[in-house]
């Protein structure tokens, strides 16, 4: 059953988005490509394809701050992917930290509303 107080995208008041920003928000899981690797870690290998999947759900979103949280989120796991060992991806998380939380923020509430 559709959740009243999310009809048209819309939570208390919340942003709405067009039915393409969130079809393509839901197709997100599409966009990663499966990635076979032997370890667990966000960096390397994994890290370039959640880039790659936030990068190509930007190119379809029309909403521009919604649009620059994908992009900002795409470029903190292009340069996760860069690195190979935990102490290197620990400083690049603390060095795009601040920016990734924001953006994180930003297209996880735009997740929950496209449904």
Request: charge should be neutral; glycine fraction near 6%; hydrophobic fraction near 40%.
């Given at each position: 059953?559709?959740?009243?107080?999310?009809?048209?995208?819309a939570?208390?008041?919340?942003?709405?988005?067009?039915?393409?920003?969130?079809?393509?928000?839901?197709?997100?899981?599409?966009?990663?490509?499966?990635?076979?690797?032997?370890?667990?870690?966000?960096?390397?290998?994994k890290?370039?394809?959640?880039?790659?999947?936030?990068?190509?759900t930007?190119?379809?979103?029309?909403?521009?701050?919604?649009?620059?949280a994908?992009?900002?989120?795409?470029?903190?796991?292009?340069?996760?992917?860069?690195?190979?060992?935990?102490?290197?991806?620990?400083?690049?998380?603390?060095?795009?930290?601040?920016?990734?939380?924001?953006?994180?923020?930003?297209?996880a509430?735009?997740?929950?509303?496209a449904?």
């Amino acid at each position: 059953a559709e959740n009243p107080a999310a009809v048209n995208g819309a939570v208390n008041g919340a942003k709405k988005y067009s039915e393409e920003d969130c079809q393509a928000l839901r197709e997100l899981d599409d966009e990663i490509p499966d990635v076979k690797s032997s370890s667990s870690d966000i960096f390397g290998k994994k890290a370039a394809a959640y880039s790659e999947g936030y990068a190509a759900t930007a190119k379809k979103v029309k909403d521009k701050k919604l649009k620059k949280a994908l992009t900002t989120l795409a470029g903190f796991y292009d340069d996760l992917s860069d690195v190979d060992n935990i102490a290197d991806a620990l400083a690049t998380t603390v060095k795009g930290g601040k920016a990734y939380i924001k953006a994180n923020a930003t297209w996880a509430k735009a997740a929950a509303l496209a449904g």
